[in-house]
């Protein structure tokens, strides 16, 4: 396991997915989301100028992580963390991902389905397996995950929101990725912040619940 980052993820348990999302709005959408309580942020790398507003993020928050997302490539996942990305996500096993990762020490959540999938991304150094997408096999599919592979920590990615996040915890997530569930893109649009801060509370408050049962 990487670092206090590493840690910092799976304590906060909410990563809030910034996917597209206009430079010009980013920050305001951050503030929402980090107002939401959520501590960590991912800025998909098919975001427009993704390196400038995962810099520009970096630099607002001293107590959050910023990350970057949808990592296709070592090329990549290097232009990121020269931006300034904390931690990077994938939504596919890739060992020079992984591998430019653990070179700088930055945490990787690796894009998994299957049990061999997720076992390579760990053995390879994958600090966590990003169950993706997750709504195709549910929580059950993670706890399915989660029998033969209990030293692998999960995180399911798509499809999770404030309704379902407890059941993906109380099936053995350490962590959930929240895409539009949190950045609703109406919201973004209409710049109705409250409601993404609203929808972060309740995807974090979910989590903190069910980690109680």
Sequence with gaps: MHSRRADRIR????VAILRGVDPDAAIDVADA???G??????VTADTPAVTETIGALADRFDDVLVGAGTVLDAETARAV????AQFLVTPTVDAGVIETANRYGTPVATGAFTPTEALRAS??????????P??????EHVAALGGPLPQIPLVPTGGVGPANAGDYVEAGAVAVGVGSAI???DAVANGEFERIAENAR???????????R
């Design 37 to 42: 309580g959520v501590t960590a942020l991912e």
């Design 11 to 14: 304590e906060g348990g909410v």
């Design 202 to 212: 309740r995807t974090v408050d979910a989590v903190a619940a069910a980690r109680e």
């Design 123 to 132: 053995e390879a150094g994958a600090d966590f397996v990003k169950v993706f």
């Design 134 to 139: 997750a709504a195709t096999g549910g929580p």
């Design 33 to 35: 989301v980090v107002d």
């Design 81 to 84: 963390q020269l931006a300034g």
């Design 183 to 185: 950045v609703d893109d």
